[in-house]
C-alpha cells in the first residue's frame, strides 16, 4: 500500500492523574486503510481515539493527523476537526432540531455553508444511511439504530476525509446493530479512511484492512484480520481472542 499517511501516532502516552492509561502507542494509518481496534474494557483504545481529534490532552508523544499535529499547542484544532468526522456512543442529537436541522447545524455555523445548500446536503446525506424520509422528524421519534444512523450522516456533513467511531453499536438493541453496521461497511467500501472501536468481532474480521489488539495501554499485536483472529502470536491475544469468539 503506497498512499499517503493519513495518522502518525508515535509513543502516545496518556494519563489521569497516576492512572497511565495508554503507555507509549505507536500506529500509522494510511489513506482508504480501515483500521480496527478490539481489546477488553478499560485497555485505552476509546482514549486513543479521543486523543486523534483532541478531545483528551495528550500527556506526551505526537498525533499528526492529515497533515496537523494536534499536539501543537498552536493548531487550530477547529480546522483539524473539519477534516476528521467522529461518531460516539452515544449519539448526542439534540433533541429541538430536526433531523436534517441536526445534519445542517455544522456546515452552516463553520463552513457558513448557506441553509438551502445544507439542505439538500443533509438530504442527500440522509439517502446515503436509508433515513431521507425522516428529515422532518424530532430525534425522539427514532429508534436507536436510525438515531445512529443520522449521527453518522452528521459527521458525514463536513465532507471528513477520517471518519472515527467510538463503539458506535455498543448502546443499541440487537436488531438494530446490523442496520448501522451497514452503513459503516458501505463507507468502508467507499474508500474511506476509518478508525474503529469495536467490539463486534465479526464486523472487524469482515471490514477491516488491519485489525490492532490493546490491552493496558499498550498495543499488544496487529495485523490483517485472518492473521490476528486465525492465528494471534500473543498469550494476551489469544486469552482474549478465546473469550470473544
Given amino acids: 500500500m503506497n498512499s499517503q499517511v493519513k495518522i502518525q501516532v508515535t509513543d502516545l502516552h496518556k494519563s489521569f492523574g497516576s492512572n497511565n492509561v ?17 481489546g477488553p474494557s478499560g485497555s485505552g483504545k476509546s482514549t486513543l481515539l479521543r486523543c486523534l481529534n483532541k478531545l483528551e490532552d495528550i500527556t506526551s508523544g505526537t498525533v499528526v493527523v492529515d497533515g496537523f ?6 493548531v487550530d484544532i477547529n480546522e483539524v476537526r473539519r477534516h476528521v468526522g467522529m461518531v460516539f456512543q452515544h449519539f448526542n442529537l439534540f433533541p429541538h432540531m430536526s433531523v436534517a436541522e441536526n445534519i445542517m447545524l455544522a456546515p452552516v455555523e463553520l463552513k457558513k455553508m448557506n441553509r438551502t445548500e445544507a439542505r439538500a446536503k443533509a438530504l442527500e446525506l440522509l439517502e446515503r444511511v ?12 427514532l429508534s436507536g439504530g436510525q438515531k445512529q444512523r443520522v449521527a453518522i450522516a452528521r459527521a458525514l456533513a463536513m465532507s471528513p476525509g477520517i471518519m472515527l467511531f467510538d463503539e458506535a453499536t455498543s448502546a443499541l438493541d440487537p436488531e438494530m446493530v446490523g442496520e448501522v453496521l451497514q452503513v459503516i461497511k458501505e463507507l468502508a467500501d467507499s474508500g474511506m479512511t ?19 489488539f490493546m490491552a493496558d495501554g499498550v498495543v499488544c499485536e496487529q495485523g490483517k484480520p485472518e492473521d490476528l483472529f486465525g492465528n494471534p502470536q500473543q498469550a494476551r491475544t489469544q486469552d482474549f481472542l478465546s473469550k470473544v469468539l
Avoid: N, W, Y
Fill in 69 to 74: 499535529d494536534v499536539t501543537d499547542p498552536k
Fill in 22 to 38: 495508554l503507555q507509549g502507542i505507536d500506529l500509522e494509518i494510511r489513506e482508504g486503510e480501515v483500521l480496527c481496534v478490539i
Fill in 194 to 212: 476509518m478508525v474503529l472501536v469495536t467490539h463486534e468481532m465479526g464486523f472487524a474480521r469482515e471490514v477491516a484492512d488491519r485489525v490492532v
Fill in 130 to 141: 436509508g433515513l431521507k424520509e425522516k428529515a422532518d422528524a424530532r430525534p425522539a421519534s
